[in-house]
């Protein structure tokens, strides 16, 4: 199957892809299949070396899928690497919608990938707290996770120490609500100029809320790369922020951070992009705040 199409991993299970729908029945891609495995393929390229250092460190790997919908990452991610390389970790969907989370399921049995996959009916705010889930996570993932539920799975990457974590930011209403709701405040500043008009209101916030969420990061001690997930195209929403911990200096991030809230008028959104403990950055060369 895999000589028929070359676009297929040779380690691909073919049975997934059809449970996926990617494959029709009888083993054919078509134009839109082939688009949604190139578009899955292009994200395990980024995630796949994540998971090699993880697994380096510890062979039980622990990764978290927020906002899982039907777990097509989670299938791809067990099928690719975890059966093979990391046969002791686990991968955690989570998903609101019972419905998707029973079908995961029965998909994982189905398959035999259930000694390794678990799927939890819990948002993924609940998901903080729940004694369902590992103390210790290492990597977290969120792709499309709708409004705040983004912001939800970075706190929990935080509370859980996440090694790594993978987000494709979604549509977040709050901070574009803030700056609507203070914009006859802020236009005493030119730079409110930016989010006057109600369209560069929605288009800056969403902006902003990224932006924000990447100082929050780096003010925890995470190194940023943020880039296009190329070839996302049924999605507007294509950004890729990929965090790893180093431990790096906070203090500048944390400082920006604030700075960025106070400047936009969003001082009532600290809880929401809270900083880091700045503590240990006090011998820090100044260089390197």
């Known amino acids: 199957m895999s000589a028929q199409h070359p676009e297929i991993r040779p380690e691909q299970s073919i049975e997934l892809l059809k449970q996926l729908h990617i494959l029709t029945r009888d083993g054919k891609l078509n134009q839109d299949s082939r688009r949604k495995l190139k578009q899955v393929y292009h994200l395990y390229q980024f995630i796949e070396p994540l998971l090699a250092e993880a697994l380096a460190a510890r062979p039980d790997i622990?990764?978290?899928?927020?906002?899982?919908g039907k777990s097509y990452l989670g299938f791809i991610l067990y099928d690719l690497f975890f059966k093979q390389h990391a046969p002791a970790g686990r991968i955690h969907g989570i998903e609101t919608r019972d419905e998707l989370v029973m079908s995961s399921r029965r998909l994982a049995d189905?398959?035999?990938?259930?000694?390794g996959m678990r799927f939890h009916n819990l948002s993924v705010a609940e998901s903080i707290g729940s004694d369902r889930l590992p103390g210790r996570i290492d990597v977290v993932t969120a792709l499309h996770a709708c409004n705040t539920a983004t912001d939800d799975a970075i706190r929990f990457a935080l509370e859980k120490q996440a090694r790594f974590i993978v987000l494709v930011?979604?549509?977040?209403?709050?901070?574009?609500?803030?700056?609507?709701?203070?914009?006859?405040?802020?236009?005493?500043?030119?730079?409110?100029?930016?989010?006057?008009?109600?369209i560069h209101t929605r288009e800056f916030g969403s902006h902003?809320?990224?932006?924000?969420?990447c100082l929050q990061l780096e003010s925890h001690g995470y190194q940023l790369s943020v880039t296009e997930l190329v070839g996302w195209e049924h999605s507007m929403k294509n950004e890729l922020i990929i965090a790893?911990?180093?431990?790096?200096?906070?203090?500048?991030?944390?400082?920006?951070?604030?700075?960025?809230?106070?400047?936009?008028?969003?001082?009532?959104?600290?809880?929401?992009?809270?900083?880091?403990?700045?503590?240990?950055?006090?011998?820090?060369?100044?260089?390197?705040?």
Do not use: I
């Not at 979604?170 to 109600?198: G, M, T």
């Open 208 to 213: 902003a809320t990224n932006v924000l969420r």
């Open 110 to 115: 189905k398959l035999g990938f259930s000694g």
């Open 244 to 289: 790893s911990y180093r431990d790096l200096p906070r203090r500048r991030a944390a400082e920006r951070l604030r700075t960025m809230l106070q400047t936009l008028g969003l001082e009532e959104l600290e809880g929401r992009f809270f900083a880091g403990d700045t503590a240990e950055d006090h011998d820090a060369p100044d260089g390197e705040r």
């Open 62 to 68: 622990q990764l978290v899928d927020h906002g899982a």
């Open 169 to 198: 930011p979604c549509c977040q209403a709050e901070v574009a609500a803030v700056l609507r709701k203070n914009k006859q405040q802020a236009l005493r500043n030119p730079l409110a100029e930016l989010w006057r008009h109600p």
